[in-house]
């Protein structure tokens, strides 16, 4: 199998002529990569065929693309994945998948769902207000393994406006960024991340809520004080013990301190305003009780600019350990 910057557009000979497709149609797996052979005395072609058709040009282009794309989003599923609809993440890689037969409308709405519905055009974005001095890694130093959790869209309140999240990280003290094993220890840390932090093929919950508690070991990577904001205390240490497994270090609850404000959560509804500039806003909610779950574990590599992912729930990335979708 190619890798993924291989060119996936179908080729042509040299009367125009459609050659065999380099990704498979149905299933999206991809084929043989099209490398064109441009001779420098003979200038190409710099005319169109006589029976050029432009929209069956553009399925021919953009189908293989497309499902290229959708067979590396459901790569939880094994090479030889034949369509189906008899489980619902089936069923979402069918309707996903574009047909020679697809008309624009049905092409339009396969390309929604997996853009915009299922989220794949929101892949790997994130908004940048000022510097990035505090956002980079550094050059030289230990990885940081960050666990990302976030509300399910079922259970939002009508008033809230946007999903719940929570994070917390760790520092790799035993490895260095350029450590020679690196990428294998990484594989180790995923596999026990995924028996950690995955129940019945789903992340662990956290119940968030006003108390702080945070976990100082500065030797074993935790320097400034990881916090979690939880509704127990219990439920944060319980992170707290499933990270130091995951990392192989001792959990040491002498490390925990547990800062209470007298402030309580929010709880219900907000109806109260107050006047921000001459515009009416909702106070924020106060530290909400809910539910976060694991969604996807990443380790910032300093001098490498993109994350490497460990695991993820969500089928948006390409994890060093997969893990099989309910969806």
Known sequence: MSNDNSILIPPRDEQGRQLPPTSDVTTGATKTPFTPSI??????????????????HLQEVYIPQHNAIVRRYFSDHPNDWKPNIATAR??????CTMLDTDNQLMMNLRHHLLFDLLGYGR?????????????DAPVTGHPKITFYFSQDS???PENQDYKADAECSVRLMKLENTSLN???????????????????????????GNLCVSYKDV??????????????????????????????????ENHISVGNPKKPSTIGEITETQTIMGKK??????????NV???????????????????????RYDPLVKVQLLI
């Open 39 to 56: 001779n420098a005395a003979t200038a190409p072609h710099d005319k169109l065929p006589d029976n050029f058709q432009p929209f069956e």
């Open 90 to 95: 089936s069923s979402l890689r069918v309707a």
């Open 123 to 135: 892949k790997g974005l994130a908004l940048f207000y000022g510097s990035r001095e505090s956002i």
């Open 154 to 156: 079922a259970s939002m």
């Open 182 to 208: 690196l990428r294998e220890k990484l594989i180790e840390i995923a596999t026990e991340i995924k028996s950690q932090f995955l129940v019945n093929k789903q992340g662990i919950m956290l119940t968030k």
């Open 219 to 252: 030797k074993n990577g935790f320097p400034n004080g990881t916090k979690i904001f939880a509704n127990t205390e219990e439920n944060a240490i319980d992170i707290y013990r499933r990270i130091c497994n995951v990392i192989d270090v001792v959990f040491d």
């Open 281 to 290: 806003r909702k106070i924020k909610a106060y530290r909400r009780v809910m």
């Open 293 to 315: 779950r694991l969604r996807y574990v990443y380790c910032s590599i300093p001098g490498e600019p993109n994350p490497v992912f460990l695991i993820d729930t969500t089928g």
